[in-house]
């Protein structure tokens, strides 16, 4: 099955922005959602956002005005791009599949950490 990567995390100062990558191993124009979640110490994992092809984003209340999704097949990846970092957006950030709509969310890759600090 198609695998996932995640890649761009790191540590950033309150404020600031970073994007991360999602990257697809295959194809992923059949799939039909992608998301971005993220867990932190603690606490359990939550969704950030979703795009549903072709390209529909979804953010849950508490995540919208901050954070950006989009997904470029071309690229065979999708983007979450973050302004305005707080501390508590510190966790591991994950992206999963959904290949169906209604479908189970299938994957969980290796995530990439994301520390807001000063």
């Known amino acids: 099955q198609v695998q996932l990567v995640e890649s761009g995390g790191g540590l950033v100062c309150p404020g600031g922005s970073l994007r991360l990558t999602c990257k697809a191993s295959?194809?992923?124009?059949?799939?039909?959602?992608i998301g971005w979640y993220r867990q932190a110490p603690g606490k359990q994992r939550e969704l950030v956002a979703s795009?549903?092809?072709?390209?529909?984003?979804y953010y849950p209340n508490a995540m919208k005005g901050r954070f950006t999704i989009s997904r470029d097949n071309s690229e065979n990846s999708v983007y979450l791009q973050m302004s305005r970092l707080r501390p508590e957006d510190t966790a591991v950030y994950y992206c999963?599949?959904?290949?169906?709509?209604?479908?189970?969310?299938?994957?969980w890759g290796q995530g990439t950490q994301v520390t807001v600090s000063s």
């Open positions: 795009v549903a092809r072709p390209n529909n984003p």
């Open positions: 295959g194809n992923i124009d059949s799939i039909w959602a």
């Open positions: 999963n599949k959904q290949n169906q709509p209604r479908g189970p969310w299938d994957y």
